[in-house]
């Protein structure tokens, strides 16, 4: 659905502002990425670690606390909570698939090199992205 502002013929600058005032705000960006064919064997949990924070950098965060598992007999979870938002890395190398999900609320992130980045550091195949706006109803649900 997009949703356009209809402006008046002619702007003053309390039209343009109020009319920004009243425009759809995103909370936040979600990003989801999924790494196939990656190199084998995956990457260790420190390179994972390096991995979430050049994500965070590029999310317009930085880390402020990591939890991680590895799993039995393989397989690896790390999240991380930014001060951003968060991110999680979910391993699965038997299937040679990684998949991560970076949620921000800086308006600074850059998934593009976000991607550019994964690429090369997880050196997957494929890298599938999907994006996922937070929030965009907000305004519409105020005006209502």
Same mark, same amino acid.
């Given at each position: 659905?997009?949703?356009? +502002?209809? &402006?008046? @013929?002619? $702007?003053? =600058?309390?039209?343009?502002?109020?009319?920004?005032?009243?425009?759809? !705000?995103?909370?936040?960006?979600?990003?989801?990425?999924?790494?196939?064919?990656?190199?084998?064997?995956?990457?260790?949990?420190?390179?994972?670690?390096?991995?979430?924070?050049?994500?965070?950098?590029?999310?317009?965060?930085?880390?402020?606390?990591?939890?991680?598992?590895?799993?039995?007999?393989?397989? +690896?979870? &790390?999240? @991380?909570? $930014?001060? =951003?938002?968060?991110?999680?890395?979910?391993?699965?190398?038997?299937? !040679?698939?990684?998949?991560?999900?970076?949620?921000?609320?800086?308006?600074?992130?850059?998934?593009?090199?976000?991607?550019?980045?994964?690429?090369?550091?997880?050196?997957?195949?494929?890298?599938?992205?999907?994006?996922?706006?937070?929030?965009?109803?907000?305004?519409?649900?105020?005006?209502?």
């Amino acid at each position: 659905m997009n949703e356009r +502002l209809a &402006l008046p @013929a002619a $702007l003053t =600058a309390a039209d343009v502002l109020a009319t920004a005032a009243n425009a759809p !705000r995103l909370l936040g960006s979600h990003i989801f990425f999924d790494a196939y064919d990656c190199a084998s064997p995956l990457p260790s949990l420190e390179k994972f670690q390096a991995v979430a924070e050049q994500l965070a950098a590029l999310a317009g965060g930085e880390i402020l606390a990591v939890q991680h598992h590895c799993f039995t007999p393989h397989g +690896l979870t &790390l999240t @991380a909570i $930014l001060s =951003a938002s968060h991110l999680a890395i979910h391993t699965w190398p038997e299937h !040679r698939f990684i998949a991560i999900d970076v949620f921000t609320c800086s308006p600074d992130h850059d998934f593009e090199a976000m991607a550019d980045y994964l690429k090369s550091a997880l050196g997957c195949a494929r890298l599938v992205q999907r994006q996922a706006p937070r929030g965009h109803a907000l305004a519409s649900h105020r005006a209502g």
